[in-house]
């Protein structure tokens, strides 16, 4: 049994290596407490903007507090958030997707002109637009990544549902008058896994992505909070004399996303066989 | 043709109508109150009806977005809060600059990413098509402000090749420009090229293993003559209406990169909207850069239709 | 003797599948002279399609050959390079495969197509290869080669599709056309002119042909020769002439035996018990012991090798002379059953009218199916045959018309049921057998989840099916097994008619047979009622005891099976009666002009009228009457009763 779930890994290479730096980031971000040396948000004023060195590994920003800190208590926000916003864009995207599949003729026509509408924006522009005007929080964060997500998912439920709803077996089910909701619960739902999943890890990755782009425009958790896109947005100036202010929390960010990228990669070769 | 063109046309202007309405829920319905957004929460009461009342707020929403909508159909799209502007010239000529860099960035993606494509995709599995796939993997997930800030630490401080300001100065000659935005166009770049090298490869896959490939390689062809003259036009074709819906991800990008790099665009411009709650200007940003992103989309459908023999011919009957 | 133009000698070819080799092909000797058609036959699997990538030096890259060798034209394959092996091509052998939709590229005009390898091959310049490229269109009797040239290969049907690629196969002056399936992807009427355009190429032209089909009477009607393959081994060689009158070999005895001949539709069909092993697992002995009729002892422990058995014929069999006489099913005259169609209506469709995106599909159309009965309804792809199957069963809603269905078990039962095609939609396949019957027996007999799943073992074996598979998925289940579990499904209540939409157009003819003796056996125990979709009229012959004929969605002709087979009948089944290929009979006279001009585009007055040969001016502008010859035999056409077509028999 243990060597039918490695399997997978095995065949792929790039999915090992992705979930193995997923994993590293929650344990570590989970771990954070214990593993920082100090606090998020302790100042040390006798070490204002120290390069790294062995009592600052990530070396410390310009009120003197300690960027390895900062980095691991970041990674805890994106946590929180990727999941929880992938998770309500997933639930609500499949449920507009699969219905505008399975009803068609106007359904299908007005959700997807809507749908339409909503990605007319570029993704930042929507979220910026919602952010300016509910303000930064985590939970809204959480519900605007989730909302903006939804109509891309829903594109991918829907494109894999139609082929589903047009094979024989939903059409027994029509014949025998099952309703619709145990047709798309149990006849469709369970075929169309494979691409949700897919679509759900690279959605992780993105969610990642976009609240960090957030952050570094300010919109989502406010200071002093040590958000990583944040965190690079305020030292920013100090690009040229204090780099590593900067370049640790972008690398934070660089790490995350290309290990959901090389996991959602290795589940779509997976997929495609 | 043409009536195709005219078709899309009403599409687009019902889609952008659709989206006006978004923006004009977002900017001026949604919970909140709009005069307390602007003037903040140690503003008094009655410094905020005021404000909501000069913005016209006390009025009903459906009135509110037709006066707005009118507005914006005959060139007077508000004014905004904080810059004693209007706000219409102002973020067109931001526009103009914010075009100028996605342009650059597209001249150089398209080719490269096309080229990459079409190489890994002849020969999935070999060493090129690893190398391109973990480049695209890699640069395509991160934000473009993560990629933009190992730019300028690598290329511009590290090594000092390239200015770390993307505005040139006054007066600078195209040279110059070029070298200046060239760091914010690579950041663009690096991001979008994931997923058009991706698009491309997957369509020589398929079209390399389609019937009518076999059919090729069976008439005797060289193999050149399968690939360009059987394969190619077949694989690329998809990927004109990939470009134009990764414009969308280039005008979005624009905001990260231009307010990393703090080069004059539009996208900057809403970057300051948004954080200093000017709210006219950054529903009037939105609206345009929604506009140019439906235009750029519509272009590509129709290149799309007018190269694709069956859609051209369709539409000739028609 | 010349040398001939394709030889195999004692070839095996393998594929490595998850790391092992398995032999697909075994030690196979086969040579084709010049201009000879020799054709290969055989059922699924069993190694056709290898050969003839073979004979274009053209494996895919996880097979090998293991033994042996191919020449072609003496040269042999092994030893050629790349680049002779790319002036073979095209120059020596050319291909034509199963589906020429796909077969042709998208983007580039026929024209271009073409003339690109007279340039190639021939040495053609531009202006002669665009010229020789319409001189060579017409010689496939494409009318008007210098305006179809300009077309893309989507502008024109399937019959001209595959006109084209056989015209692209001939530019190159090739001595070998390999044809893999050329016409089971088209309409027997489209058949039927592709055949005829074979017979009229190879007189004038000298080309040999190596012709693959599952259809024994396509090859029949084509081919000097014939080789019969099965899991992997010719088994069997022969002129065409003899083969099939008298085989030297059980399996080949047994194939005819599964096939319903449209000449003798009393004959039963009898299935080969068993199925073809996979590549791996084949017995040591005769390949086809384990299902053959006629095995001994000695047969199980050594190879049989293709000894001859007659002037011209060799067979792979230790004791040919052992192998069942073929029936001719002389007697019984058809195939209706008794008590069939006798009773009250359990469906009723009258005027139904059915649009799809604007497109008419569906026109005024009367059905009426009655209990215990088997209606066959049958015409061109196209036609509108599924589309009515989907209103009748609810699926799709008609624009005007009314459906009534009157059931034994009441509102709460659906009595109306159907079988699809394919089987491989035909399963969930998320689910096992098990949930899947289950499920239709609690809906369809409206029982408890507990007595549901106690009665699916019993459902199985009444579809002769092992109830172990209960535990399995779709995907584990062949698909002769698969179409088993659906009919099991629609028969999981107590159906008052089941639908029937090609249920074994997707299968094997061994596969069919089993199919179709099931069905039959299904009908006369539970007394249900068929509407049975089919393009295949000797099925027709062998099951129906109506039937009704579409065309561009109207019924142009309705009646009992004897009647509307015997004629008179209308021009159209006149025309798809000819289409049934019978052996050495020539495709008869009249033939239809024109293609289907698809329900878009459907003529005013009688629809047929573009397409036919007994057209009057009146035909052009109004629907033609109902004529009836028979009781109960309705004709819609313009001709009187006696000038109505009898097809020829
Ligand atoms: N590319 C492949 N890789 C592995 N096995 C293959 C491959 N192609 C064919 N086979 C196997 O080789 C055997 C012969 O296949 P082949 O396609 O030659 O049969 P066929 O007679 O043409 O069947 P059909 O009537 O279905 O076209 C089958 O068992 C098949 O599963
Ligand atoms: S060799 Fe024996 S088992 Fe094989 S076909 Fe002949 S009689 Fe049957
Ligand atoms: S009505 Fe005229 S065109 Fe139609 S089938 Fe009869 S003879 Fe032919
Ligand atoms: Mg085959």
Redesign the interface.
């Known amino acids: 049994m243990p060597w039918r779930v490695l399997e997978p890994l095995r065949r792929s290479p790039?999915l090992a290596v992705g979930l193995a730096m997923v994993a590293a980031w929650l344990v570590t971000a989970a771990a954070a407490p214990w593993l920082a040396p100090s606090g998020p948000t302790v100042s040390d004023y006798g070490a204002l903007s120290q390069a790294p060195s062995a009592a600052h590994w990530f070396g410390t920003d310009e009120y003197g507090r300690d960027v390895l800190s900062r980095v691991l208590f970041g990674g805890r926000y994106v946590l929180l958030i990727a999941p929880a916003a992938t998770l309500i864009g997933l639930v609500l995207g499949a449920a507009i997707g699969m219905s505008a599949a399975y009803f068609g003729r106007w359904v299908d026509e007005v959700i997807m002109?809507?749908l339409?509408?909503?990605?007319?924006?570029?993704?930042?522009?929507l979220a910026?637009?919602?952010?300016?005007?509910?303000?930064g929080s985590t939970g809204n964060v959480v519900l605007v990544i989730g909302l903006v997500f939804a109509p891309l998912i829903a594109r991918t439920a829907r494109a894999a549902a139609l082929v589903e709803v047009r094979?024989?077996?939903v059409?027994?089910a029509?014949?025998?008058?099952?309703g619709p909701l145990y047709v798309l619960a149990?006849?469709v739902l369970?075929?169309i896994r494979g691409p949700l999943v897919v679509e759900g890890t690279i959605r992780l990755?993105y969610a990642v992505?976009t609240s960090?782009?957030l952050g570094?425009?300010?919109?989502g958790v406010q200071p002093p909070a040590p958000d990583w896109?944040l965190m690079?947005?305020e030292n920013?100036a100090l690009?040229?004399s204090a780099?590593w202010t900067?370049?640790f929390p972008?690398g934070a960010?660089?790490f995350v996303?290309?290990g959901?990228?090389?996991m959602a990669?290795g589940l779509r070769d997976l997929e495609g066989r | 043709m043409t009536r195709f063109v005219l078709r899309r046309l009403l599409l687009l202007g019902?889609?952008?109508l659709?989206?006006s309405v978004?923006?004009f829920l977002?900017?001026s319905v949604?919970?909140?109150n709009v005069g307390r957004?602007v003037l903040g929460p140690f503003a008094s009461d009655a410094s905020v009806a005021e404000l909501n009342r000069q913005l016209g707020l006390d009025q009903p929403a459906a009135l509110r977005y037709l006066q707005w909508l009118g507005g914006v159909l005959t060139g007077d799209w508000g004014r905004s809060l904080t810059l004693d502007t209007d706000v219409l010239p102002l973020a067109l000529a931001r526009l103009g600059r914010s075009l100028l860099l996605a342009g650059y960035a597209l001249v150089l993606l398209v080719p490269v990413a096309i080229a990459a494509g079409v190489a890994a995709g002849r020969r999935p599995g070999g060493w090129f098509d690893r190398l391109a796939?973990v480049v695209g993997?890699?640069f395509?997930?991160?934000?473009?402000?993560?990629t933009g800030?190992?730019l300028?630490?690598g290329l511009g401080?590290g090594l000092g090749w390239l200015p770390?300001q993307a505005l040139p100065d006054e007066g600078a000659g195209l040279v110059t420009w070029l070298r200046h935005l060239l760091m914010p166009a690579l950041s663009l770049v690096l991001l979008l090229f994931a997923y058009l090298f991706r698009m491309v490869r997957t369509g020589m896959r398929s079209e390399l293993a389609a019937d009518y490939t076999r059919t090729a390689v069976l008439k005797g062809l060289p193999r050149r003559r399968v690939i360009r003259h059987h394969v190619l036009r077949n694989a690329l074709l998809p990927t004109i209406t990939v470009i134009g819906a990764q414009l969308?991800?280039l005008?979005?990008?624009l905001?990260?990169v231009e307010?990393?790099f703090r080069y004059p665009g539009i996208g900057s411009l809403?970057?300051y909207a948004?954080?200093n709650?000017d709210?006219p200007l950054?529903a009037g940003c939105?609206l345009l850069?929604?506009g140019v992103?439906?235009l750029a989309n519509l272009a590509a459908d129709v290149v799309y239709a007018w190269l694709n023999p069956r859609v051209r011919h369709a539409l000739a009957g028609a | 003797m010349s040398a001939p133009v394709l030889a195999f000698d004692g070839l095996s070819i393998a594929y490595r599948r998850r790391g092992r080799w398995h032999e697909a092909v075994s030690d196979v000797d086969l040579a084709i002279a010049p201009g000879e058609a020799y054709g290969l036959v055989g059922e699924s699997g069993c190694g056709k399609s290898t050969l003839a990538m073979a004979a274009m030096g053209y494996l895919p890259d996880n097979a090998r050959v293991s033994a042996g060798g191919i020449r072609i034209a003496g040269e042999d394959l092994a030893a050629l390079d790349a680049e002779g092996l790319r002036r073979l091509r095209g120059g020596t052998v050319a291909a034509v495969y199963q589906s020429p939709g796909t077969a042709l590229n998208p983007a580039l005009t026929v024209g271009e197509q073409i003339a690109e390898v007279y340039r190639l091959h021939r040495g053609f310049g531009h202006r002669a290869a665009w010229d020789a490229a319409a001189a060579m269109l017409e010689r496939v009797q494409i009318p008007d080669g210098h305006r179809v040239r300009n077309n893309y290969p989507y502008q024109l049907s399937g019959g001209m599709q595959q006109r084209v690629v056989i015209a692209m196969g001939l530019a190159g002056d090739p001595d070998l056309l390999v044809l893999d399936e050329p016409t089971t992807a088209l309409d027997t009427t489209v058949q039927a002119e592709i055949l005829a355009l074979f017979e009229g190429l190879r007189a004038e032209l000298d080309v040999a042909l190596l012709f693959i089909s599952h259809n024994l009477g396509v090859v029949q009607a084509v081919c000097d020769r014939v080789g019969v393959m099965y899991a992997g081994e010719l088994v069997e060689e022969g002129p065409a002439e003899t083969l099939f009158h008298d085989p030297r070999h059980p399996y080949t005895a047994g194939l005819i035996a599964c096939i319903p001949d449209f000449d003798a539709a009393g004959r039963p069909l009898r299935p080969i018990p068993g199925a073809p092993p996979e590549p791996g697992e084949r017995p040591a002995g005769c390949v086809f012991a384990p299902r053959c009729p006629v095995a001994r002892d000695d047969c199980r422990g050594t190879r049989p090798p293709l000894a001859a058995t007659g002037p011209g014929r060799a067979s792979r069999c230790l004791y040919p002379d052992d192998t069942p006489a073929v029936d001719r099913g002389a007697g019984a005259a058809t195939g209706t059953h008794a008590g069939g169609g006798t009773g009250d209506a359990v469906l009723r469709a009258e005027g139904l009218h059915l649009t799809l995106g604007g497109v008419p599909i569906l026109r005024d159309v009367d059905v009426t199916l009655r209990r215990g009965e088997t209606l066959a309804l049958v015409g061109e792809s196209g036609s509108g045959k599924t589309s009515l199957a989907?209103v009748l069963?609810?699926?799709a809603r008609p624009r005007a018309g009314t459906v009534s269905r009157s059931g034994r078990g009441g509102a709460a039962v659906?009595p109306?049921?159907?079988v699809?095609?394919?089987p491989d939609?035909?399963?969930?396949?998320?689910?096992r057998i098990g949930f899947?019957l289950a499920r239709?027996i609690r809906?369809?007999a409206g029982l408890g989840r507990r007595a549901a799943r106690e009665r699916v073992p019993g459902l199985m074996r009444a579809a002769a099916l092992d109830p172990a598979l209960a535990r399995r998925r779709g995907g584990q289940l062949s698909g002769g097994q698969r179409q088993r579990v659906?009919i099991a499904?629609a028969f999981a209540g107590t159906p008052d008619a089941v639908v029937l939409d090609e249920p074994t157009s997707a299968l094997d003819v061994s596969v069919q047979a089993a199919i179709l003796e099931l069905l039959r056996g299904l009908r006369d125990r539970q007394g249900v009622a068929y509407l049975f979709i089919t393009h295949d009229l000797a099925v027709v012959r062998h099951l129906a005891d109506r039937v009704a004929v579409m065309y561009l969605g109207v019924i142009v002709e309705e009646g009992p099976a004897d009647a509307v087979l015997g004629g008179p009948c209308h021009p159209y089944t006149e025309a798809l009666i000819a289409a049934v290929p019978r052996g050495r009979r020539r495709p008869s006279r009249p033939r239809l002009t024109g293609t289907n001009p698809g329900p878009a585009a459907r003529p005013a007055g009688c629809p047929f009228h573009t397409r036919c040969p007994h057209v009057m001016d009146i035909c052009r502008t109004e629907a033609p009457p109902r004529r009836e010859p028979h009781a109960g035999h309705g004709v819609h056409c313009h001709l009187e009763i006696p000038a109505l077509p009898r097809p020829a028999g």
């Open positions: 790039a002109r809507l339409d509408a909503v990605m007319a924006f570029p993704i930042v522009i910026l637009l919602a952010l300016t005007m509910l303000g094979r024989e077996y059409q027994a029509r014949i025998r008058r099952e149990v006849e369970p075929n990755g992505f960090a782009t570094f425009l300010g919109l896109g690079v947005a920013r690009l040229t780099p900067v370049l972008a960010i660089a996303v290309v959901f990228s090389l990669d | 019902v889609t952008l659709v989206a978004l923006i977002m900017t949604m919970p909140g957004i796939s993997l890699t395509g997930a991160m934000p473009e402000f993560v800030v190992f300028i630490v401080v770390v969308g991800w005008v979005g990008g905001v990260v307010t990393l809403m970057e948004a954080s709650k709210v950054l939105a850069i929604t992103f439906g | 989907r069963t609810g699926l659906q109306l049921q159907m699809f095609q394919s939609g035909t399963l969930n396949p998320s689910h899947i239709a809906r369809l659906a499904r």
